[in-house]
């Protein structure tokens, strides 16, 4: 079934505002921290990776974005693999979420911490990245948090930060790209497919957002591990050591 014209005009606002985003800055991804240092009272931080909030599209030649099922259920076991990958790399203990064995009262708290993320991270995308819309509070430097709502989620892993990831991918069929390649001939510029997402480190003693990497790019494929690692990689580019 195709995305519904009000969730369709959400979702390209979105993709629209994280190409920009990215046009204007001239790479695929940027991040914003409030450390380059993790609070270590070991040697070892442990981050509670919340499953990746992956959506996979396919764009038609009308422009109608196409839920992928089969194709997002692939990316997410993809992209979990692959950011669990990533520990080693940045020298961190990435503990999973396994929702099976968390009671329904406490999954409900997390999916509460997540929304919550997702409209913050919204704001952030507008207000961080978008140079006429920074606000006055915020214009010197990077402070955002998700409050108090993150001590559950603390009391329940027992870690020290959470990671949360969000992802869109979309790819264009053969016949948007014979659309595009058309109306290029009259220089007129179609969308195609566009892979955008962001990843941020809360800190769940204060709820601070203290990292936050966004990622907006035509290309990078998540339908399978290589491409997943990759897509991991990008998103977790400059992560705090």
């Known amino acids: 079934m195709a995305v519904g014209w009000g969730n369709r005009m959400k979702l390209w606002k979105t993709l629209a505002v994280l190409a920009a985003v990215c046009a204007l800055a001239g790479c695929a991804s940027s991040s914003f921290e409030t450390t380059n240092k993790l609070n270590r009272s070991t040697t070892q931080i442990k981050i509670v990776a919340l499953p990746v909030d992956v959506q ?36 961190v203990d990435l503990v999973g979420y396994d929702e099976d064995k968390i009671a329904a009262d406490k999954r409900d708290q997390t999916h509460q911490v997540t929304k919550l993320f997702g409209t913050v991270a919204g704001e952030i995308v507008v207000h961080q990245y978008v140079g006429d819309f920074k606000l006055p509070t915020k214009a ?32 264009a069929t053969a016949g948007r790209v014979a659309v595009i390649l058309a109306a290029a001939v009259f220089h007129v510029g179609l969308q195609g497919g566009t892979q955008v997402g962001y990843a941020a ?7 601070d957002i203290v990292w936050f990497n966004r990622l907006a790019r035509g ?23």
């Open 219 to 241: 290309v990078g494929d998540t339908r399978d591990l290589d491409g997943a690692r990759g897509t991991a990689s990008a998103l977790l580019a400059d992560f705090p050591q």
């Open 56 to 91: 996979l599209y396919e764009l038609d030649a009308g422009g109608t974005l196409e839920p992928k099922g089969d194709w997002t259920q692939s990316a997410t076991k993809y992209l979990n693999q692959a950011m669990q990958e990533q520990e080693a790399a940045h020298h």
């Open 201 to 207: 480190l809360v800190d769940l003693n204060t709820g």
């Open 140 to 171: 010197d430097g990077f402070d955002w948090s998700l409050g108090p709502s993150v001590k559950a989620l603390q009391a329940e892993t027992g870690a020290d930060y959470a990671l949360i990831t969000y992802l869109r991918d979309s790819y």
